[in-house]
């Protein structure tokens, strides 16, 4: 099957949607669950970008109903392969049904070391020498699934969790949009 029409799931920054765009990736869609830097850059860069705002947190949040939100607005715009970068809503049973093995996720740490959302900061009170991200397929269950990709770098004895994750970044920045490519390709060889 050909992936050629790829989402790019944010919430904030963006650096990791620039990189991806930098590197001539075509990317058919920009979502967003609250506004953020993320849909700047896709406007800027002409991909089109969609805004589903998340109106609730907590126990009043249907993650149910939003994640069908999220596969219908997909659906519609073709989309055939999904690249969440710090999307920062966990999403639910109907997207990895609908796009199973195709949603993909970077995370800043070596999986499976430091899950969730406070992995650098885990990564420092654990006193880990190393760390990196891991580019991986996203399942139901959070930052678990089949490992694409893992980049290392050193964690340095004066780090902060912002210096800890701009280091990390640096390399999401290079393999991400790499692996991304490759996954295009290779399916698109099918
Ligand atoms: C990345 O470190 C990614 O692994 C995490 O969120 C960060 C996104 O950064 N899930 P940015 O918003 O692209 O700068």
């Known amino acids: 099957m050909s992936l050629t029409k790829l989402a790019v799931l944010v919430s904030g920054r963006g650096s990791i949607l620039e990189a991806i765009v930098d590197d001539g990736v075509a990317v058919s869609l920009v979502l967003a669950d609250r506004p953020c830097r993320g849909l700047e850059i896709a406007a800027a860069a002409g991909i089109p970008t969609l805004l589903l705002t998340r109106r609730s947190y907590g126990a009043t949040f249907d993650r149910q109903a939003y994640s069908q939100e999220v596969v219908a607005a997909l659906q519609t715009h073709g989309i055939d392969l999904v690249a969440m970068a710090g999307f920062m809503t966990i999403l639910a049973e109907p997207v990895f049904t609908q796009y199973d093995g195709r949603i993909i996720n970077t995370h800043p740490s070596l999986l499976p070391l430091f899950r969730g959302e406070h992995a650098v900061k885990d990564t420092l009170a654990a006193g880990a020498t190393e ?43 290079q393999v991400y949009p790499r692996t991304i490519r490759a996954l295009m390709t290779k399916r698109g060889e099918q």
């Not at 397929?137 to 701009?166: F, K, M, N, W, Y």
């Open 131 to 173: 760390s990196g991200c891991t580019i991986h397929i996203a399942t139901l269950a959070l930052d678990d699934g089949p490992i694409l990709a893992q980049a290392t770098v050193p964690v340095l004895r004066d780090d902060t969790v912002a210096s800890l994750h701009e280091r990390i970044k640096q390399v999401e920045r």
